[in-house]
T-cell receptor
Framework: AQSVTQLGSHVSVSEGALVLLRCNYSSSVPPYLFWYVQYPNQGLQLLLKYTTGATLVKGINGFEAEFKKSETSFHLTKPSAHMSDAAEYFCAVRGSARQLTFGSGTQLTVLP | ETGVTQSPTHLIKTRGQQVTLRCSSQSGHNTVSWYQQALGQGPQFIFQYYREEENGRGNFPPRFSGLQFPNYSSELNVNALELDDSALYLC???????????????FGPGTRLTVL
């Protein structure tokens, strides 16, 4: 079985500030981990993924995430928030089964 | 390269009716997965199709069914619609390499279903 917990359903940051969105996972096998972003009334866009190898993963739009096995975490960060980053962010895990299990999402608000 | 497309964009049905949603997978992808996203929640896995056969199913009743066609496009059918079926239905395509690889899923824009 696998599960994802996203801490903080809403996060607000000022433009230019650090973005940190938290994700903890549970998986009975070595996980593949993903972050997706969803803009209003749209589907999900892949930001980045971790499969094997380097634990620091870089994605699109300046986002990155670090896989920490000991902490079962895969937090998403961006050094400097931009207004266009305002969206909902979903962490997902794929374990032994091929489906993705998603967290409940974090709504990111960027304040001017 | 064409991405994942879904039709229709929006749909309004009444309770008890049946609905069919359609998905065209991304070029080169052979696997389609369907998800239901209720308002304010993360997507929930419905089922996956690989080479025209169901390849995994989530916790959804049998009135949710699907098909995959030889060109890898797919349909999601829902019978006896209930009010709680109102949601965004997302289709994702991926390339299943027979157990090897990440099977990264790429999502379409979704179909917004409203059941009255």
């Amino acid at each position: 079985a696998q599960s994802v917990t996203q801490l903080g359903s809403h996060v607000s940051v000022s433009e230019g500030a650090l973005v940190l969105l938290r994700c903890n996972y549970s998986s009975s096998v070595p996980p593949y981990l993903f972050w997706y972003v969803q803009y209003p009334n749209q589907g999900l866009q892949l930001l980045l993924k971790y499969t094997t190898g380097a634990t620091l993963v870089k994605g699109i739009n300046g986002f990155e995430a670090e896989f920490k096995k000991s902490e079962t975490s895969f937090h998403l960060t961006k050094p400097s928030a931009h207004m266009s980053d305002a969206a909902e962010y979903f962490c997902a895990v794929r374990g032994s089964a091929r489906q993705l299990t998603f967290g409940s999402g974090t709504q990111l608000t960027v304040l001017p | 390269e064409t991405g994942v497309t879904q039709s229709p964009t929006h749909l309004i049905k009444t309770r008890g009716q049946q609905v069919t949603l359609r998905c065209s997978s991304q070029s080169g992808h052979n696997t389609v997965s369907w998800y239901q996203q209720a308002l304010g929640q993360g997507p929930q896995f419905i089922f996956q199709y690989y080479r025209e056969e169901e390849n995994g199913r989530g916790n959804f009743p049998p009135r949710f069914s699907g098909l995959q066609f030889p060109n890898y496009s797919s349909e999601l059918n829902v019978n006896a619609l209930e009010l709680d079926d109102s949601a965004l239905y997302l289709c994702a395509s991926s390339s299943n390499s027979g157990g090897v690889g990440t099977d990264t899923q790429y999502f379409g824009p979704g179909t917004r279903l409203t059941v009255l």
